[in-house]
């Protein structure tokens, strides 16, 4: 069983930054396509940002590009979330998510994905 451990989350102001982490815990874990997702209060799951773990490609919801950016440490075996200029409406639960497959590409359902973190809360006030 392949554990994605969430960190960087918190409370920052509008126009602000944080950096998520996800590390997977085991060492064979190879995964084909890592993910972020985002869950607001009575929202259903969204897609933020996806990159395959060669690296070659990324893809964004448009809510996000040109603020996000996704990346990964091979040799860590960790994903990275750098979000700049937040707004209030980044605000939600944010989680890790990872394939052993490329389904498809970009990888916008929850469904493409075979393991999740337990979710970080970022908060992003007015």
């Known amino acids: 069983q392949v554990q994605l451990v969430e960190s960087g989350g918190g409370l920052v102001q509008a126009g602000g930054s944080l950096r998520l982490s996800c590390a997977a815990s085991r060492r064979t874990f190879s995964a084909a396509v890592m993910g972020w997702f985002r869950q607001a209060p009575g929202q259903e799951r969204e897609f933020v940002a996806a990159i395959t773990w060669t690296g070659v490609s990324t893809s964004y919801v448009d809510s996000v590009k040109g603020r996000f950016a996704i990346s990964k440490n091979n040799a860590d075996r960790t994903v990275y979330l750098q979000m700049n200029s937040l707004k209030p409406e980044d605000t939600a639960v944010y989680y890790c998510?990872?394939?052993?497959?490329?389904?498809?590409?970009?990888?916008?359902?929850?469904?493409?994905?075979?393991?999740w973190g337990q979710g970080t809360q970022v908060t992003v006030s007015a």
């Open positions: 998510a990872a394939s052993s497959l490329i389904r498809t590409w970009p990888p916008l359902s929850r469904y493409n994905y075979d393991y």
